[in-house]
């Protein structure tokens, strides 16, 4: 499972590395939804070179990281769960502890940009079963919820 999840987020980092360096507007569509990606490159390069954002994964920066995610899926582990969609719940936490532990073995073996996009995906899967009602946590601060 480890490693279709890491084909999966490999090609997902690749793809928008490639749509990065292409400066002209793009449009990948399927048969149920159309997505743009406008002038990606330009964005992110006048984001950076205007300082709005900061392009460094540092270890404090992952630290922080992994205490609010871990925080968060403790939260989880313990919160009252969807009791009519708990196959569902159980498969959201399942991904989100699966996501977090990758994120430690990319951590010490030092691939540092790989922990935190899986630190990313584990939170992501959090707070998606948070809003969809799978998870009953009241914590604005760890979920994308309502207090």
């Known amino acids: 499972m480890r490693s279709a999840r890491l084909i999966f987020f490999k090609f997902f980092c690749d793809f928008f590395v490639h749509a990065k360096k292409r400066r002209h507007t793009d449009v990948i569509s399927d048969q149920c ?10 964005n992110v390069e ?3 070179s205007n300082n709005m954002i900061n392009n460094t994964i540092t270890k404090e920066l992952l630290d922080k990281y992994f205490s609010l995610t871990g925080e968060a899926l403790q939260k989880v582990k313990d919160s009252e769960k969807d009791v009519e969609r708990i ?16 994120a430690h073995h990319f951590f010490t073996n030092g691939e540092w940009v790989l922990a935190y996009g899986a630190l990313y995906y584990a939170h992501a899967m959090l707070d998606a079963g948070a809003r969809l009602g799978l998870f009953k946590v009241a914590d604005s601060r760890l ?5």
């Open 46 to 48: 006048c984001k950076l």
């Open 87 to 102: 196959n569902e719940a159980m498969d959201f936490l399942d991904l989100a502890q699966r996501y977090y532990a990758d």
């Open 33 to 42: 939804s159309r997505v743009s990606f406008i002038n990606l490159y330009e």
């Open 143 to 147: 979920f994308i919820v309502d207090d």
